[in-house]
């Protein structure tokens, strides 16, 4: 079964940062991609970061320099973190980790990121 736990949210200054994590486990070795989406009110859901299984990556152009996506694997899990530097207000938002393999994306439940001005 797929689970994914995410953990790092929470209050963050601007100008400050901020790191999430997300372990996924179950997802099985068709898993080519894992990134993290965000939800701010109002606005629809938008790729951050993301990154595949051979190591490229993509960013958001709001967040290009400042966050940084990166894996690390092992036999029975995979975590994908994403370090938040730099922070403004308007990346507050529900950040929610993704994780791609052959036949579904499989999504996080969430974690609330709020960055104070």
């Known amino acids: 079964q797929v689970q994914l736990v995410e953990s790092g949210g929470g209050l963050g200054q601007a100008g400050g940062s901020l790191r999430l994590s997300c372990a996924a486990s179950?997802?099985?070795?068709?898993?080519?991609?894992m990134g993290w989406h965000r939800q701010a009110p109002g606005k629809q859901r938008e790729l951050v970061a993301g990154?595949?299984?051979?190591?490229?990556?993509?960013?958001a152009d709001s967040v290009k320099g400042r966050f940084t996506i990166s894996i690390s694997r092992d036999n029975a899990k995979d975590t994908v973190y994403l370090q938040m530097n730099s922070l403004k207000p308007e990346d507050t938002a529900i950040y929610y980790c993704?994780?791609?393999?052959?036949?579904?994306?499989?999504w996080g439940r969430g974690t609330q990121v709020t960055v104070s001005s």
């Open positions: 990154i595949t299984i051979g190591g490229s990556t993509n960013y």
């Open positions: 993704q994780v791609r393999d052959m036949l579904y994306y499989h």
């Open positions: 179950g997802i099985g070795p068709t898993m080519n991609f």
